[in-house]
């Protein structure tokens, strides 16, 4: 049975990712035992979503996937996906082990699963979601957390190599006050569009403000460090928090 094109898109910015990675990146897409087309889209000035999201317009196939210029997919990783969409008639079809819709969203929003830009493929006859613009952290699992929702969702195993560097975004760090805004956007906004995950939301403020307790205390502050663990504690009693709270309490009475 012929296969159908998927068109790849490639968000792409020479200040965060080097030509020879981008090269790589492409090389891995020319291997696919599938067909393709290859989109590489400018994101210096957009920013990844809005990158991806130019790559959805252009897109004239049915199925598109993703990939970020740093990584590198397996040479069967578009067949063994379209096979399990077809099979399963999901919507969406990520990296991982297999799980229910339910396992999926909790694993995304409040679990492990974190890395998913590279491995995503959705069925644009499904999926009608878009990349939020203007949220620096977590537009790629809000992506998925949606498409999920709509259409239901997929794994396969080992479909893609991550690639770190010293210069790319997710290794250029954020602010304790910008990542606090940009979080809990993207907690308020999965509220709103994916409605299998109100049970976690609980949960996902507590590991937010524990998150943010222990980032005060490395940087020595305190007093915040103290309000942001227990403002998690009030949301949901979890006994690391509780510990973290007593440390920061002793070390905010030794340097009084």
């Known amino acids: 049975m012929s296969s159908p094109t998927v068109?790849?898109?490639?968000?792409?910015?020479?200040?965060?990712?080097?030509?020879s990675m981008l090269a790589a990146a492409t090389a891995s897409v020319d291997d696919q035992s599938v067909p393709t087309e290859?989109?590489?889209?400018d994101d210096v000035d957009t920013g990844p979503a809005d990158a991806r999201n130019a790559g959805l317009d252009r897109a004239e196939t049915r199925y598109v996937a993703f990939l970020d210029a740093d990584d590198r997919w397996e040479p069967d990783k578009l067949r063994r996906q379209l096979?399990?969409?077809?099979?399963?008639?999901?919507?969406?079809?990520?990296?991982?082990?297999?799980?229910?819709?339910?396992?999926?969203v909790y694993a995304v929003f409040v679990g492990d699963l974190s890395e998913v830009?590279?491995?995503?493929?959705?069925?644009?006859?499904?999926v009608r979601a878009r990349f939020e613009s203007g949220l620096d952290r977590g537009e790629d699992l809000l992506y998925a957390l949606e498409a999920a929702s709509e259409a239901g969702v997929c794994l396969c195993p080992d479909l893609f190599e991550r690639r770190r560097h010293a210069d790319s975004m997710t290794a250029s760090g954020m602010a304790i006050e910008e990542y606090r805004t940009h979080a809990k956007r993207f907690g308020y906004l999965v509220s709103q569009r994916v409605p299998?995950?109100?049970?976690?939301?609980?949960?996902?403020?507590?590991?937010?403000?524990?998150?943010?307790?222990?980032?005060?205390?490395?940087a020595g502050e305190?007093?915040?460090?103290?309000?942001?663990?227990?403002?998690?504690?009030?949301i949901t009693a979890h006994p690391v928090t509780a510990l973290l709270l007593c440390r920061s309490l002793c070390y905010r009475a030794l340097s009084l």
Not at 222 to 234: E, F, H, M, N
């Open 7 to 19: 068109t790849v898109v490639v968000p792409y910015s020479p200040a965060y990712t080097p030509e």
């Open 38 to 41: 290859t989109l590489v889209v």
């Open 83 to 104: 096979d399990r969409m077809v099979e399963t008639g999901a919507g969406l079809c990520v990296q991982g082990d297999p799980m229910t819709l339910d396992d999926f």
């Open 117 to 126: 830009t590279s491995a995503i493929v959705v069925d644009t006859e499904q």
């Open 196 to 218: 299998e995950a109100q049970p976690y939301l609980p949960i996902y403020y507590n590991q937010l403000y524990t998150d943010l307790g222990r980032a005060c205390h490395r």
């Open 222 to 234: 305190y007093d915040r460090a103290v309000t942001y663990l227990g403002r998690a504690l009030r």
